[in-house]
């Protein structure tokens, strides 16, 4: 990696693991968070860099609700645990936030999933009113934040709180829609049905667009 490049990265596990049941299956979620600096300062502080998710509640009905406690993988909370029924949607929120930076820089948030996590048996939608998908990079599933939600936005400060998913519908929490049919359903597994968000912050100086900073700081060196 070029001396001048100085980026940061962290993730969020959201693993969906499932034990197959006569009627219904088990999803449980994982999160925790990946430090990697990978070359010393950067236009963003490793510490300023957030991506966390709320710890869902179970209802007497067997749905669930978001809380308000926050699951980042620090304290020994690794995620949420779900009871997985067919067409019962599930709410799950991975959120970025950037608390202060140090200069102009680029904001992304990879996506990687397993096999039935495919618009048919588990299905998710990323908001693409802030996050635009960045087609150029073949082989990863990679966004970058874009407060038009046209084009990528150079970021010079902090960052509120921005969700990665969209809502199923607009007076509805859940972003992970269930299939309706027991089959698919009890056909999960843990290695099919995992879920990963990683987010990054890399400088825009010196770079020609988003793909290209994203391809400079973070092509070889995650592993990917």
Request: net charge neutral; proline share 2%.
């Amino acid at each position: 990696m070029k001396k001048k490049t100085l980026t940061i990265a962290i993730a969020l596990v959201l693993v969906v693991a499932l034990a197959v049941g006569a009627t219904y299956a088990y999803l449980t979620a994982q999160t925790k968070t990946v430090k990697n600096t990978f070359v010393a300062g950067g236009a963003v502080d490793q510490n300023d860099l957030n991506l966390y998710e709320h710890k869902a509640k179970l209802n007497d009905d067997g749905t669930y609700t978001l809380g308000s406690e926050v699951l980042d993988g620090s304290e020994g909370k690794t995620g949420n645990e779900y009871t997985v029924m067919p067409g019962v949607n599930l709410p799950k929120d991975p959120t970025v936030k950037v608390t202060a930076a140090n200069g102009p820089y680029y904001l992304f948030v990879e996506v990687t999933k397993g096999a039935k996590v495919d618009g048919d048996t588990l299905k998710y939608t990323v908001d693409s009113s802030k996050w635009l998908r960045l087609t150029s990079i073949t082989g990863r599933e990679v966004y970058v934040y874009a407060a038009d939600g046209a084009t990528a936005t150079i970021l010079d400060g902090k960052l509120d709180a921005t969700p990665v998913l969209k809502a199923i519908s607009d007076t509805d929490s859940n972003t992970i829609q269930v299939s309706t049919d027991n089959t698919k359903v009890a056909a999960l597994t843990r290695a099919n049905s995992a879920l990963t968000f990683q987010a990054y912050a890399c400088q825009s100086a010196g770079f020609a667009d988003a793909a290209a900073a994203f391809n400079q700081c973070f092509g070889t060196t995650t592993g990917k």
